[in-house]
């Protein structure tokens, strides 16, 4: 069963949105939000507090099982879709499971 992972460059919103599309999928067996298990480093006091760069878009994984190949293709060209039209990136990586 094909497991995929994706970044989403975006906000809550538009998170939402792509996880609410995903259950919408017939074929899809689990979608999950995944913490971030790295952390940021990022210090209140740290020289770069405050700085635009820190105040972007948020960063959002989504975890997919999908019961077959064909089903996660599926996945990808409707998430890819809806990306353009939210204006948002995302990224995939894929687990054979």
Excluded: C, W, Y
Excluded at 38 to 60: K, R, V
Excluded at 74 to 94: C, G, I, P, S, Y
């Amino acid at each position: 069963m094909p497991t995929l992972r994706l970044r989403i460059t975006g906000s809550e919103d538009d998170a939402r949105a792509i996880s609410n599309l995903l259950l919408s999928l017939d074929g899809i067996e689990h979608v999950e939000e995944v913490d971030d298990l790295m952390s940021h480093l990022d210090d209140d006091d740290s020289s770069s507090a405050g700085l635009s760069d820190d105040e972007g878009p948020g960063t959002h994984e989504l975890e997919v099982e999908a019961g077959n190949d064909s089903t996660a293709q599926k996945v990808r060209d409707a998430v890819q879709e809806l990306a353009l039209e939210l204006d948002v990136f995302v990224e995939f990586e894929e687990d054979e499971g």
